[in-house]
């Protein structure tokens, strides 16, 4: 028989009404854990991952892509969009661009992606395809990205421009013929799809705060400083958009342009004849885009820019 103890005098009125309950609690926390995870931010974010096109809250929206309509008639897109589905599980589907068939300077309304016909004025985009008319003239279409799209945009243009993407192009035969083929150059893979900014803005931009001293296109051609590359011509460079994004950072123009919040800070000793001019992040981004859209200046063999 045991003693009976003091402490084992409590064991049942204290014990068990009070610690039990909490001992259970815990245990139900434990087994439960996962469940109340899923719910949190995290659990959805990692489900997110695991599908790169699903947007937040709508599962698996198809993608909406915009395309001239003489390419939605010639049976190529249904052609080529299945394929990409089949490898990523991302849907698109294609409507026809209202109005005029020409490259805007921004992604048309309600659409994620875009791909139209580039008429001999217009710019914007990459030209990710072409195609042989039965006149023997040639198209060429460009794809365009706005700013914020779904990833599985984004990962539609990088397949589009990728070799297995292109030679998909080349493999659609219509009456026994391959209308559509990709671009005698490789398109400019993860650096010109993605539009930023307001390229239009960004032409205006770009002619008012780079132009007394750039040659940036037909409005200035005749100005600019002898010396100074055009924007065409340091478009056509490799490394372009490297340049670009850190030109602030270059000389000369850490004297003459300041970029709000990214440029450093300037040496109050620095004497210039002028104040430098100031444009902010989102005008820069403008002037990005802008340059991004621009044609590269055909300039023969590579060129070596210092
Ligand atoms: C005061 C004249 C002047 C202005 C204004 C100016 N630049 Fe320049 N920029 C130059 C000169 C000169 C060079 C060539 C520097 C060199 O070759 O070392 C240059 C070169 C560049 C380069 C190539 C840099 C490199 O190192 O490869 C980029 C990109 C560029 N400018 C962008 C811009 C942009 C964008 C603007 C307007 C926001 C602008 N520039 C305004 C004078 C100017």
């Known amino acids: 028989m045991f003693r009976q103890t003091p402490a084992f005098r409590l064991f049942l009125p204290v014990f068990l009404p009070v610690f039990l309950p909490v001992l259970m609690l815990a245990w139900s926390l434990v087994v439960t854990g996962p469940q109340w995870g899923a719910q949190s931010g995290i659990g959805r974010a990692a ?3 695991a599908d790169p096109g699903a947007a937040p809250g709508a599962a698996a929206r198809p993608l909406v892509l915009r395309a001239s309509p003489a390419l939605i008639d010639s049976g190529f897109l249904a052609f080529l969009l299945p394929r990409f589905s ?3 599980g991302i849907d698109i589907t294609a409507q026809p661009i209202a109005g005029k068939d020409i490259v805007p300077t921004d992604i048309p309304a309600g659409a994620d992606i875009a791909l139209i016909l580039r008429s001999a004025a217009s710019t914007g985009g990459t030209i990710v395809i072409t195609q042989k008319t039965n006149d023997g003239a040639t198209r060429r279409y460009a794809l365009v990205l706005a700013d914020k799209v779904p990833p599985g945009a984004r990962r539609f243009a990088r397949w589009l421009t ?3 993407g292109q ?4 493999q659609f035969r219509k009456d026994g013929r391959q209308p559509f083929a990709p671009p005698e150059k490789r398109p400019d893979t993860a650096t010109t799809v993605i539009f ?3 390229a239009q803005r960004g032409e205006n931009l770009a002619y008012l705060n780079c132009g007394r001293c750039h040659v940036i296109g037909p409005r200035n051609r005749m100005a600019g400083i002898g010396s100074t590359p055009s924007f065409s011509a340091l478009r056509a460079l490799g490394n372009w958009r490297e340049r670009f994004s850190t030109f602030f950072d270059r000389n000369p123009h850490p004297a003459v342009v300041v970029v709000n919040g ?3 800070p300037r040496a109050e000793a620095q004497t210039t004849p002028m104040s430098p001019v100031v444009i902010s992040r989102d005008e820069f ?5 802008f340059v991004a859209a621009l044609e590269p200046a055909d300039l023969g063999a590579p060129v070596a820019h210092q």
């Open 196 to 198: 930023t900014g307001n």
């Open 86 to 88: 089949l490898k990523t």
């Open 162 to 164: 990728s070799p297995i």
């Open 47 to 49: 489900a997110q991952e």
């Open 285 to 289: 981004k403008d002037i990005l885009a």
């Open 262 to 264: 990214l440029s450093r």
């Open 167 to 170: 030679r998909t192009i080349a």
